[in-house]
């Protein structure tokens, strides 16, 4: 079985430009949750999808938003970037909600100049 | 809000010693998580524990949920170098579902 793929690995954008980044999960699993992670932070939630619908959200702006595709693809957006969101941004899968555990994808490394 | 305190932030140890790692919840989790992640790696899931006073074993980790379901710990005896890395832990809670996480324990080698 494939695991979590993310495109693209690498990315490098300016100040103030929007980015896409996107997610596809573990044929089957249909939650899809995205973290920022930045060195000495931990895993920062910013929102999980089931079914296309945004069951939970983290504490970041709204300047990052998401969505999940019928084929449970996701994909997030973040506009007007700022330096400090240059960070690893991580999708991770599961079969459902509740007691089934996280596939990770390999990341995304943001990098805002 | 809802929290997984997690301790010690960074463990340095000398190869063939032991490391612990614990996690605190404010609230009772329906489940906790582990989950290792290597030095420019991927989170990884370990083991799930979902009974109060759950003991689990794989090989020399060992993974304990507390009685109140609100404590967890993982243990590792005699570390290799292959067990360097971040160790997370991540419960969730009935409510909503949602993983809350602690912010990872550092494993270190020292040389």
Known sequence: KAGVTQTPRYLIKTRGQQVTLSCSPISGHRSVSWYQQTPGQGLQFLFEYFSETQRNKGNFPGRFSGRQFSNSRSEMNVSTLELGDSALYLCASSRDRGIYEQYFGPGTRLTVT | ?111
């Open chain 2, 1 to 111: 809000g809802q929290q997984v305190m997690q301790i010690p932030q960074y463990q340095h140890v000398q190869e063939g010693e032991d490391f612990t790692t614990y996690c605190n919840s404010s609230t009772t989790l329906s489940n906790i998580q582990w989950y290792k992640q290597r030095p420019g790696g991927h989170p990884v899931f370990l083991i799930q524990l979902v009974k109060s006073g759950e003991v689990k074993k794989q090989k020399r980790l060992t993974f304990q949920f507390g009685e109140a379901k609100k404590n967890s710990s993982l243990h590792i005896t005699a570390t290799q170098t292959t067990d360097v890395g971040t160790y997370f832990c991540a419960g969730e809670v009935d409510s909503n579902y949602q993983l809350i996480w602690g912010a990872g324990t550092k494993l270190i080698i020292k040389p």
